[in-house]
């Protein structure tokens, strides 16, 4: 079995945030408004997603530190050193970020803009999932 | 910057699930309690979990079809072909799964027992996150 699996990147977050250590650690904490601008090849995946659908949003942290398996959550140093699948911190072997976002317009068809993104400008996208009702797809 | 980030396998899941075609499309509908064993190398990262925790497993779905971008959702061909990101099918770019499930068991660290499932034996897992509450970590 392939140990190591491969993404390709599908899209890329446009945010005005561009310094990691600015960003909120959660969407929900004021994050800002974000564009995803998805790759023409991937077209055909995104086109019943419409405004006012919930997503979640997976992203490669691609500056995180993959080697850090310990961190104090929040970066606050009061707190006790915590193992990383206890946290939501981006430093961990493989660092994806889950972004439950609303799709707040569409452009084009590879354009989304979404409310409540705290991912940096340039953070790759490699997913978007439906949130899961009761109904379930 | 890389278009083609390497996931590393952290560990795999247990299940006598071993048939994709007959294991549940979600957790909630009837999957079997399963072992999530992990890799010794990232014990550190998993000494705060215990019995009771609601996680969210992230796995690799090795089996999917990457090049598929429309589906028949829950693969009823009565529904209308629907892009890949409006639904949960396995098949997709990137096809990472997310699993909320619940810890009722831990053995030497590194072996839990977990609730609701659906991933057959042998699936990659990739990255383990909290479910978030008010507070956040």
Do not use: Y
Not at 21 to 29: C, D, K, N, V, Y
Not at 68 to 81: A, G, I, Q
Not at 109 to 125: C, K, L, S, Y
Request: net charge negative; hydrophobic share 40%.
């Amino acid at each position: 079995m392939d140990e190591h699996p491969a993404l390709v990147v599908i899209g890329h977050v446009e945010s005005p945030l561009t310094e990691p250590s600015l960003a909120p650690r959660q969407g929900s904490e004021g994050a800002p408004d974000a564009w995803l601008v998805f790759r023409d090849a991937v077209r055909d995946g995104l086109r019943e997603l419409s405004v006012g659908d919930e997503i979640i949003v997976l992203t490669w942290l691609h500056r995180a530190a993959r080697d850090t398996l310990r961190v104090h959550p929040r970066d606050d140093l009061s707190r006790p050193l915590t193992g990383v699948f206890s946290t939501r911190s981006a430093d961990r072997p493989n660092p994806i970020g889950l972004h439950p976002v609303r799709i707040l317009e569409v452009e084009d068809g590879v354009r989304f803009q979404v409310r409540g993104m705290e991912a940096v400008d340039g953070t790759p996208i490699v997913d978007v999932k439906p949130v899961i009702r009761a109904s379930g797809t």
